[in-house]
């Protein structure tokens, strides 16, 4: 399900990029980012003149150090969708939309994203860790997840609102579950039955797409039964999983959403933990050389550009979401990405 297709040229596309925006640069791929709100992009993507005095902010501590997070206010997302095609949000992920039958802060604020956000937007929601996490920390500890593939909790607070509140908006829902050990994990196959007793229950008014970050789950079985089932593969570039290009291999290079969508998430350097990479990163206003100038990041950009060139020959759509720990500025990445997306296209044409 491509885009509508550019007649324009490309060097028109080329010079829509050096100014961040990545409407129509391919008509297979969709560029996005993985959260929104950064003041470091300030100037990039959002008018200082419209924001630089909007600037909230407030203080995060990661491994003992402090960092100051300056965010723009929620109505920039009419800003962002001047430049980017599909915006994944991850507030999501730490509360359901509903909490004992009440609307939750969740609710709230993509409700405020929907009033600002442009009719044709596209979303993609992460769905709450809350029922898709075998453990949760709590207290320093991490504990047994009780909610965790309770399929009816699922419906009643977080899908049937979403659907309803975000409507034809609502492009997909990313479940992504957390690393797990083999020792403390199901074997690839009960993975599978598991799995599949929980997703067989959900409405199919939309499209799900999972993002299991344990390499020793992603068997030949669990992705026929993805195929089988129509839930989308995320090809994910995090911390423990093999390169992109491996993903594809092992997936038996196909996209297996029923409605023809893939999902590249570029997050972090492999091998690299969260913390590590958020403070190599921050303040997220420019690229970072020791993120984006490294043989790693030079194989994700190849990785994601053939990835884009795989959906154009099935037909598909790549959804790009460009994170600021990958690169240490989500814009400035995926500029990289559709500079050689179309180097490749020059040298095909």
């Known amino acids: 399900m491509p885009t509508a297709p550019t007649n324009r040229t490309l060097q028109d596309r080329r010079s829509a990029v050096d100014r961040y925006n990545f409407h129509g640069i391919h008509p297979h791929v969709r560029f996005g980012t993985a959260s929104d709100r950064y003041a470091g992009w300030l100037g990039q993507i959002y008018p200082e003149d419209v ?11 990661l491994q003992g150090q402090s960092f100051e997070e300056r965010q723009v206010p929620v109505a920039s997302v009419r800003d962002y969708f001047k430049h980017f095609e599909v915006l994944e949000l991850d507030f999501t992920f730490y509360r359901p939309l509903l909490e004992e039958g009440d609307p939750s802060s969740s609710y709230f604020v993509l409700s405020k994203y929907l009033d600002h956000a442009p009719d044709d937007a596209a979303f ?10 075998r453990t949760l920390r709590r207290k320093g500890n991490y504990v047994e997840n009780p909610d965790f593939l309770d399929a009816e909790a699922y ?16 492009d997909g829902i990313i479940f992504q579950q957390e690393y797990q050990r083999v020792a403390d994990s199901p074997s690839p196959s009960e993975n599978v039955e ?10 199919n008014d939309a499209q799900v797409h999972l993002e299991l970050r344990s390499e020793h789950l992603l068997s ?20 423990w999983l093999p390169a992109i290009r491996e993903q594809w291999a092992r997936c038996g290079e ?14 972090t350097p492999r091998n690299t933990k969260y913390a590590d990479a958020y403070a190599e990163a921050y303040p997220f206003d420019a690229p970072v050389p020791a993120l984006s100038e490294t043989e790693q990041a030079h194989k994700m950009v190849l990785d994601t550009t ?7 020959a099935e037909n598909a759509l790549l959804n790009v979401v460009a994170n600021n720990r990958a690169w240490g500025n989500a814009p400035d990445l995926a500029r990289t990405i559709a500079h050689r997306i179309l180097d490749e296209e020059e040298k095909r044409s």
Do not use: C, M
């Open 254 to 267: 196909r996209f297996t959403a029923a409605n023809d969508q893939g999902i590249a998430r570029l997050l």
């Open 51 to 61: 924001y630089a005095q909007q600037v909230s902010s407030r203080t995060r501590t």
């Open 124 to 133: 993609l929601l992460k769905a709450p860790q809350q029922f898709f996490a």
């Open 306 to 312: 053939a990835l884009a060139y795989r959906a154009e």
């Open 194 to 203: 598991r799995l599949d007793t929980f997703f067989s229950t959900l409405p």
């Open 220 to 239: 030949s079985g669990y992705f026929d039964w993805l195929n089988a089932r129509g839930l989308g593969f995320v090809f994910s570039h995090w911390t």
């Open 155 to 170: 419906i009643e607070t977080f899908h049937e609102p979403a659907v309803e509140l975000v409507g034809d908006r609502l």
